[in-house]
């Protein structure tokens, strides 16, 4: 059974950093594209960065430059690290594994605000 668990959220400035992890199991890592999607209050889910089974990433433009995806297949472990954050981009961020069917975390919260 596929399961996602987020963390590494909490408070930060803007302009400050962080980074989130989701770990992952009872799935070949390896083998699925693995994504973050975040969803502000009042706000549809939206799509922020991927990473492929080959290491290839692609990034929402909105946070283009900003954030970081990352995976270690060893750790069966997938990274967001956020950079430049800026108060748009609270939301609760969620991690997906993506194959022939989608799974998702419950999600960790992340606030930027002073």
């Known amino acids: 059974q596929v399961q996602l668990v987020e963390s590494g959220g909490g408070l930060v400035q803007p302009g400050g950093s962080l980074r989130l992890s989701c770990a992952a199991s009872?799935?070949?890592?390896?083998?699925?594209?693995m994504s973050w999607y975040r969803q502000a209050p009042g706000k549809a889910r939206e799509f922020i960065a991927a990473v492929t089974t080959t290491g290839s990433t692609n990034y929402a433009d909105s946070v283009k430059g900003r954030f970081t995806i990352s995976r270690d297949n060893a750790k069966n472990t997938v990274y967001l690290q956020m950079n430049s954050l800026k108060p748009e981009d609270t939301a609760v961020y969620y991690c997906?594994?993506?194959?022939?069917?989608?799974?998702w975390g419950q999600g960790t919260q992340v606030t930027v605000s002073s």
């Open positions: 009872g799935f070949t890592f390896s083998l699925y594209v």
């Open positions: 997906n594994a993506r194959r022939v069917v989608s799974s």
